[in-house]
């Protein structure tokens, strides 16, 4: 099976990816999206979202990385894709899952569900522009409002040439809540003949296997899943334990320690409660300290206050 981290934007960036990838063995990692509109971006604006691409394009435990492209324009997305490859990156991952609002309301992310036909032109023209032995590949929920399209957006991106396909299991309007319809994944498997990859509600090894016996699917990708049992994709394909609370917290201070010398040192606190709100599903322990943490706003009360609770294991 092939395990692949999802792209969660403003929760793994290159600092997660580096951290995350040293301790599992992932297949492949997909970037925040690079949101393109209507011009090719300058090469910094892929090299700051993605700095692997000065590392072959694979983070420094050796694990490629593909960056996601947004937008709504064919043609200035095929571009983009070009300059990426030229770059480093280990293929174009396409997006019409986001479904912020903000994305949405500019014609970037799930709303172009609603227009099957636009979501074909942007990965054919890609695909085009693209050499075909870097994958083209995309990323979709069910649907927008509701989920009668999706079997039309799954066709439309396999006949426009997509290597293969990632489905979250909702639709925008489901946001992330309970459950996820892996049946419609089922049947999006079952009529295509490129790979798909299932999304959603990946929590632990056994909601992957469950996942991947009611699909049919041999990848799955994760996101959430991810940052709450930090070794995930490990525990799905070793046998290897689930990281106890030691060695989360262990992980957290190197997270810290590279976070504060890095160039987003300033948004450490915000960073590191984030990680705590997904922490506290998988670890009781974790819901006690960020009691304990919440209410530092500096990093340095923040990493004295870790420091203590290892201390104190």
Known sequence: ?????????????????????TINPYDLMITEFVRVIDKLLPERVFTKLCPELLNNG???????????????????LAENAVRAIEL??????????????????????????????????IVKAVRKAVSDEFPVTAKIRLGFEDKSKYMENSLAIFEAGASELAVHARSKVDGYKPPAYWEYISDINNKLPIPVIANGEIWNKADAIKCMQQTGCDAVMVGRGAISLPNL????KTDKPEMNWQQALDLMLRYTEKELTG?????????????????????????????????FKTAEEITACLLKAREEL
């Open 233 to 236: 994709a490990e525990v799905i």
């Open 58 to 76: 694979q983070t420094m435990a050796g694990t490629p990385i593909r960056v996601q492209l947004l937008g709504q324009h064919p043609d200035v």
């Open 88 to 121: 480093g990156s280990k293929g174009i991952d396409l997006n019409f899952g986001c479904p912020a609002k903000i994305v949405n309301r500019s014609k970037g992310g799930a709303v172009l569900l609603q227009e099957p036909n636009r979501v074909h032109d």
């Open 1 to 21: 099976m092939r395990v692949i981290l999802a792209p969660m934007e403003g929760v793994v960036d290159d600092l997660m990816r580096d951290i995350l990838s």
């Open 263 to 295: 160039r987003k040192s300033c948004y450490y606190p915000a960073r590191i409660k984030q990680w705590f709100s997904y922490l506290n599903r998988q670890y009781p322990e974790a819901k006690e300290l960020f009691r304990d943490l919440r209410i």
